[in-house]
T-cell receptor, first 113, second 115 residues
Framework: AQSVTQPDIHITVSEGASLELRCNYS??????LFWYVQSPGQGLQLLLK??????LVQGIKGFEAEFKRSQSSFNLRKPSVHWSDAAEYFC???????????FGKGTKLSVKP | ETGVTQSPTHLIKTRGQQVTLRCSSQ?????VSWYQQALGQGPQFIFQ???????GRGNFPPRFSGLQFPNYSSELNVNALELDDSALYLC??????????????FGPGTRLLVL
């Protein structure tokens, strides 16, 4: 069965430091992968998506993610974190026949001044 | 281009009652998906509607039902509310029957509290 694992429940980084959020997926075919961000009390905003081609994808707000098939990973990165990046981040994989997304449990990012 | 909108933003109901949540899809999108997000969890897929028909369903009981209208807006209905139904309900719209390549765009959600 398809699944997504985000190993880190909570990460704290200093403002200006680099960030990497981990995501591992389980999917039989070529995965369609997504990263979403959710600010407190808000819906989900799409940061970036991977369908095929270049394994390094650029998204909004200076985020990027790298697809590594050999490691079944799709980690999210940002070179310099801003205080406004504090939020919860969700990795998702397209589930297939049902047309749904399968989400991880999320990683909460806190940013220290 | 208008984004996905949902109403109401918050709702309080008591156990056993029924609730209807509404969603307007993003302009040009013909597919609507509903998700339930419990506190501290990722969203869980409830069902998807494409051209007014249910196109896929997650592991939710039949008391969760929906509709999609000709303008592609949608409703989620939950009957016989239970305490565990307390959650953030998210609507997402996309283009196309299989929404994988068409990324899903989410509304702000409706927070439901069942007492």
């Amino acid at each position: 069965a398809q699944s997504v694992t985000q190993p880190d429940i909570h990460i704290t980084v200093s403002e200006g430091a680099s960030l990497e959020l981990r995501c591992n997926y389980s999917y039989g075919a070529t995965p369609y992968l997504f990263w979403y961000v959710q600010s407190p009390g808000q819906g989900l905003q799409l940061l970036l998506k991977y369908f095929s081609g270049d394994t390094l994808v650029q998204g909004i707000k200076g985020f990027e993610a790298e697809f590594k098939r050999s490691q079944s990973s799709f980690n999210l990165r940002k070179p310099s974190v801003h205080w406004s990046d504090a939020a919860e981040y969700f990795c998702a994989v397209y589930g297939g026949s049902q047309g749904n997304l399968i989400f991880g449990k999320g990683t909460k990012l806190s940013v220290k001044p | 281009e208008t984004g996905v909108t949902q109403s109401p933003t918050h709702l309080i109901k008591t156990r056993g009652q029924q609730v209807t949540l509404r969603c307007s899809s993003q302009s040009g999108h013909n597919t609507v998906s509903w998700y339930q997000q419990a506190l501290g969890q990722g969203p869980q897929f409830i069902f998807q509607y494409y051209r007014e028909e249910e196109n896929g369903r997650g592991n939710f009981p039949p008391r969760f039902s929906g509709l999609q209208f000709p303008n592609y807006s949608s409703e989620l209905n939950v009957n016989a509310l239970e305490l565990d139904d307390s959650a953030l309900y998210l609507c997402a719209s996309s283009l196309g029957q299989t929404s994988g390549r068409g990324a899903q765009y989410f509304g702000p959600g409706t927070r439901l509290l069942v007492l």
